[in-house]
């Protein structure tokens, strides 16, 4: 998977260490901007109201 | 062979990093989060009463009668701050009408249907116990006689807490009633409820203190007692 990707950047290995990092900084991104704050919700830390009001 | 052996290596390694990202997600930047916002909406706070645009009448040292005709408070807007000097002399939150998820993640949160503060009845708040700034991450430490400050731009608000930490279930809703049961309260007041989960990360059960209205004092007067040093 990751030797997949490898291969398929363009460039030399500088230009292609630059560009992983750029990706491996996108995906952190989207997680933490999108997908954690949905997914956080599921577990259990928000129920501190009674009856959940 | 060895490109499956290789795939599910990168697979786990792959859903080993989601993992602790997330943690890290959880226990630290859910918290920077809420910090940012958290200060954001005690200084929209404050510079709303700065204004003088508090939308209460005022109340004068000692009042207890019925303040007549109070404006609702708007559902997801902050409306007051909180201090307990037991959780740290600098702890402060803002108090926001309604306890969605959204809105507790700005704040402590109000039910919506229970009384304003200072009121008759029971003003009662939700805050987070872990996440989101662990607001409420000390609650076990509050006793009897413990000081919860609120004020709402014109009136200090000085409750004391009668009863210390009671354990309950999540159904419990009794907990903010008027006069709430098992507090211990036999006649209608004007009393503050807290509420948090309990365990520190579970959501098995949830953890309230009672506390009644001690003293009011307009802001002109400066600070109360509670929370001089």
């Known amino acids: ?53 | 062979m060895r490109v499956v052996v290789r795939t599910v290596s990168e697979l786990c390694i792959t859903v080993g990093a989601l993992i602790v990202l997330f943690v890290a997600y959880v226990l630290f930047w859910t918290g920077v989060k809420a910090d940012t916002v958290m200060d954001d909406q005690i200084d929209r706070l404050q510079s709303q009463w700065s204004k003088g645009s508090v939308q209460q009448p005022k109340v004068t040292a000692g009042a207890t009668a019925a303040r007549a005709e109070l404006a609702p408070y708007r559902s997801g807007q902050p409306f007051a701050i909180m201090y307990i000097p037991r959780l740290g002399f600098t702890w402060n939150k803002p108090v926001l009408e309604d306890t969605r998820v959204s809105t507790l993640k700005k704040g402590l949160g109000h039910y919506a249907n229970t009384a304003q503060l200072g009121q008759q009845g029971n003003f009662s708040v939700a805050g987070h116990r872990r996440t989101y700034g662990d607001p409420f991450k000390d609650f076990p430490k509050l006793r009897r006689g413990d000081a919860v400050v609120l004020t709402d731009g014109t009136t200090w608000f000085t409750y004391r807490i009668d009863k210390g930490p009671y354990k309950t279930v999540p159904t419990d809703i009794e907990v903010i009633d008027p006069v709430p049961r098992k507090s211990g309260y036999t006649r209608p007041g004007r009393y503050l409820t807290l509420t948090t989960c309990d365990p520190e990360w579970g959501h098995s059960h949830r953890l309230i203190v009672w506390a009644h209205l001690d003293s009011t004092q307009p802001v002109e007067d400066g600070k109360p007692v509670a929370l001089r040093r």
């Open chain 1, 1 to 53: 998977m990751y030797g997949w990707i490898w291969r398929h950047l363009p460039g030399n290995a500088w230009v292609k260490a630059f560009l992983s990092l750029m990706l491996v900084v996108a995906v952190v991104y989207v997680l933490f901007q999108y997908v954690f704050p949905w997914a956080e919700p599921l577990l259990p830390f928000n129920d501190v109201t009674v009856d959940n009001q």
